[in-house]
């Protein structure tokens, strides 16, 4: 029964629009049609025009050996949105540390113990996807609580529910596989790591990047940006081969923000390629009006597609593994943590052993809240 699962979610949903839409009307969500999976394109970001941009984040014109810098149209006048490809024969590993950033790569680290760690990861790097994104029908949905009707997994916290102290989000976990769809004809599973989302249920803020699996059981890396309630934007995926993950891969979110810029990339170290893309306006709203840095999160959820909570696809081990969260640059150990549990009224959907320290499982229940 999905009444009271549209029920809860409509709930949720009216918490986050009422103290801007009181007396209003708010805006109608991009609800993909019945017979559509909601991981669907509904929207395409074709590329409009290519340069190039140097090691140390100048734009130029197109020039040989230079990043391409590949620009979208999102169909809103204005928005600057665009995906760096780094030059041919560039690696990471051999990278400065001004290039990782303007090709929006994960910071080199300065310990020995995570260097080590960073260099394996990145040395089996092959290159970027090609350029290519659309939007899709799906939405974060973002709550107030230690329990979420949507989400499941771990988060550093500040303490604070205003104070920005959180400016990158390094996280990375091993890509579940899905054998068969146990669900509904529109279950989806959505990984990802990201900024904010949790403190400000009426005007909430979320940088994300990660993986989208939808009912046919294919994955593919993707962003998204959305400031509650005026610009609910549903989830941009990367719909070239390199932007498809299969289970077992090991994959890598970065969210980074400094003004004017954010930053969001996605690496599957198991194939070595990657997708990054860079936003200073987007959908009219600068990129400062999505970020909230009072959380940093690695979380799997239960997202909202047409104003309803989608059933969560159930991984084929039933579990996903989360290896590490990093924030501004230092282990999630360093930092308080709240653990999130996907559930309502006691019910579990998504539950996780997250403690703050160590790598830990989000294990599957069931597919919705029962009726």
Not at 155 to 169: H, K, L
Not at 346 to 366: M, P, S
Request: net charge negative; hydrophobic share 35%; with cysteine.
């Amino acid at each position: 029964m999905k009444h009271n699962r549209t029920r809860k979610a409509i709930a949720a949903l009216t918490l986050l629009l009422a103290s801007t839409f009181a007396g209003g009307v708010a805006p109608a969500a991009n609800a993909a049609p019945s017979s559509a999976s909601s991981t669907d394109c509904v929207k395409q970001y074709p590329v409009t025009r290519v340069d190039s941009i140097t090691p140390a984040g100048v734009e130029v014109a197109a020039t040989p050996g230079l990043a391409t810098l590949s620009h979208y149209d999102t169909g809103h006048p204005g928005d600057d949105l665009r995906e760096v490809t780094p030059p041919t024969g560039w690696t990471p590993i051999k990278a400065t540390d001004q290039e990782l950033r303007t090709y929006g790569f994960p910071p080199r680290p300065t310990t020995a113990q995570a260097l080590s760690t960073w260099t394996a990861d990145l040395s089996t790097w092959r290159g970027a996807g090609a350029p290519g994104m659309c939007e899709t029908a799906l939405m974060a949905g973002v709550t107030h609580t230690a329990t979420s009707l949507f989400w499941a997994g771990g988060m550093a916290v500040n303490g604070t529910p205003d104070t920005n102290t959180f400016w990158t989000t390094d996280d990375q976990w091993q890509q579940p596989a899905f054998g068969s769809n146990v669900c509904s004809s529109n279950a989806t599973y959505v990984a990802w790591g990201g900024l904010g989302g949790f403190n400000h249920p009426s005007t909430a803020r979320l940088l994300q990047s990660g993986t989208m699996t939808g009912s046919n059981l294919v994955s593919n890396m993707f962003w998204e940006a959305i400031s509650q309630p005026l610009l609910p934007n549903g989830a941009v995926k990367w719909t070239d081969s390199a932007g498809t993950v299969h289970g077992g891969d090991a994959l890598e979110s970065w969210v980074y923000y400094s003004n004017p810029w954010a930053s969001l990339s996605v690496i599957d170290h198991t194939t070595g390629h990657s997708h990054n893309m860079q936003f200073s306006t987007y959908n009219g709203s600068p990129a400062a009006g999505y970020w909230d840095g009072t959380t940093a999160e690695m979380i799997t959820e239960a997202p909202v597609a047409g104003g309803v909570i989608l059933d969560l696809l159930k991984p084929a081990t039933g579990q996903t593994l989360s290896t590490s969260l990093t924030v501004n640059g230092q282990p999630n150990a360093n930092f308080p943590s709240w653990r999130i549990l996907q559930q309502d009224s006691g019910i579990l959907v998504d539950d996780t052993n997250f403690d703050g320290i160590h790598q830990w499982l989000n294990t599957w229940k069931r597919c919705h809240f029962p009726s």
